[in-house]
C-alpha cells in the first residue's frame, strides 16, 4: 500500500513549493502524537509520533519499560515543565526534583549533548 501513496505524496508536495513555506514545512514535518513515555523517578516524559513510531511499537514501548517508564496513550503533563527537548519524532519534557533534579540549565544540557535536540524552556 505505501507504493500507491508514494506518487501522490510526492506529487502533493511538488505542488505545494509554491505555497509558503511554513506550509511545505508543516506537510513534510507532519508528526502527529502516538503514545508517550513517562518516567516520573527521572524526572522526564516522553511524546513520540508518527515518525518515531517507524522503529515499530514495541521497540519504543520495550525501551521505556527498561527505563522503568509508563508506556500510555496519553500527554506528558504540562504542569511544572522546566522545558522540552525536540528530536525526529519524539519531544521529550524535563521536570524538576527528580532522582535527576533537572534544572532549565541541566535540562537543555541534557537536550543538546545526549540527544542533539533543540530546546525549548517553558
Same mark, same amino acid.
Given at each position: 500500500?505505501?507504493?500507491?501513496?508514494? +506518487?501522490?505524496?510526492?506529487?502533493?508536495? *511538488? *505542488?505545494? /513549493?509554491?505555497? +509558503?513555506?511554513?506550509? %511545505?514545512?508543516?506537510?513534510? !514535518?507532519?508528526?502527529? &502524537?502516538?503514545?508517550?513515555?513517562?518516567? %516520573?523517578?527521572?524526572? %522526564?516524559? !516522553?511524546?513520540?509520533?508518527?515518525?518515531?513510531?517507524?522503529? @515499530?511499537? *514495541?521497540?519504543?514501548?520495550? @525501551?521505556?519499560?527498561?527505563?522503568?517508564?509508563?508506556? @500510555?496513550?496519553?500527554?506528558?503533563? !504540562?504542569?511544572?515543565?522546566?522545558?522540552?527537548?525536540?528530536?525526529?519524532?519524539?519531544?521529550?519534557?524535563?521536570?524538576?526534583?527528580?532522582?535527576?533534579?533537572?534544572?532549565?540549565?541541566?535540562?537543555?544540557?541534557?537536550? %543538546? /549533548?545526549?540527544?542533539? @535536540?533543540? &530546546?525549548?524552556?517553558?
Amino acid at each position: 500500500m505505501r507504493s500507491l501513496w508514494t +506518487p501522490f505524496v510526492c506529487l502533493t508536495l *511538488a *505542488a505545494c /513549493e509554491a505555497q +509558503p513555506p511554513d506550509m %511545505v514545512a508543516s506537510l513534510r !514535518t507532519d508528526n502527529r &502524537f502516538r503514545a508517550s513515555c513517562a518516567t %516520573v523517578a527521572l524526572g %522526564v516524559c !516522553t511524546e513520540y509520533g508518527d515518525e518515531a513510531f517507524a522503529l @515499530g511499537e *514495541a521497540r519504543l514501548k520495550a @525501551g521505556c519499560d527498561d527505563a522503568k517508564g509508563v508506556w @500510555g496513550p496519553a500527554r506528558c503533563p !504540562t504542569s511544572r515543565q522546566l522545558g522540552a527537548c525536540t528530536t525526529a519524532g519524539r519531544t521529550r519534557f524535563y521536570y524538576p526534583g527528580a532522582a535527576l533534579d533537572f534544572s532549565s540549565t541541566t535540562a537543555a544540557r541534557d537536550c %543538546v /549533548e545526549l540527544y542533539q @535536540g533543540v &530546546f525549548r524552556a517553558r
